[in-house]
């Protein structure tokens, strides 16, 4: 019966081989989990320390494993023959003396305030899609205003050459009428002398 008993597969899991592996706290393993995604499946590994081992080799016998992520700890507790399990790989193993290693968690916070003792204090940020859109808007606004303003210079300097140049012309103009008066006048002065000097009779002296 024993025999019959141990041919008939109750479980798609080498469970066999699971309890080969000897799991035990202090262990770093690598879990290959499978995930069920929109109809397919995919493998997914969780690496890290196993904190603790519970129900030794019974069918709900389980095991808890601690990793640190982007400075945040995960846990997850996987039963050790989860057929969800694809694969386990025990990549290093230490030598602890305690059967629970929980007290990691209170050192991984010792450890993060002695750490944020030298934080400094920065402000720093990524700007939303709004402020983005702000700020091109400013930007822009800004742009068009320089623009406008430069324009508007551009205009003003144009227009103080050209009354510059009216100026001037006007002034070469009254200097080129005043020079022909003054020709003029001195010529009718000429014209006059001479025709008075015409006039002048010259009177024969009488003898005594």
Do not use: C
């Amino acid at each position: 019966m024993n025999n019959v008993m141990e041919k008939i597969k109750t479980s798609p899991v080498n469970v066999a081989e699971r309890k080969a592996l000897g799991i035990k706290p202090g262990d770093t393993v690598k879990v290959h989990q499978k995930i069920q995604d929109k109809g397919k499946t995919r493998i997914q590994v969780f690496d890290g320390l196993v904190l603790a081992r519970k129900h030794g080799d019974e069918a709900g016998a389980t095991f808890t494993v601690r990793k640190v992520t982007s400075g945040v700890g995960v846990e997850k507790i996987f039963p050790l023959y989860s057929p969800l399990i694809d694969k386990i790989e025990i990549v290093k193993r230490a030598k602890v003396r305690r059967a629970k290693l929980y007290y990691i968690r209170e050192k991984v916070n010792r450890e993060i305030k002695r750490q944020m003792r030298r934080m400094r204090l920065v402000n720093l940020g990524t700007e939303s899609e709004a402020e983005a859109a702000a700020r091109a808007e400013a930007e822009a606004k800004a742009a068009e205003e320089a623009a406008a303003q430069a324009a508007t210079e551009a205009e003003a300097k144009a227009a103080e050459v050209e009354q510059a140049a009216t100026t001037q012309e006007q002034e070469t103009a009254n200097t080129t009428a005043e020079t022909t008066e003054t020709t003029e006048t001195k010529e009718e002065e000429v014209k006059t002398e001479e025709a008075t000097e015409e006039k002048v009779e010259v009177v024969p002296e009488t003898k005594k």
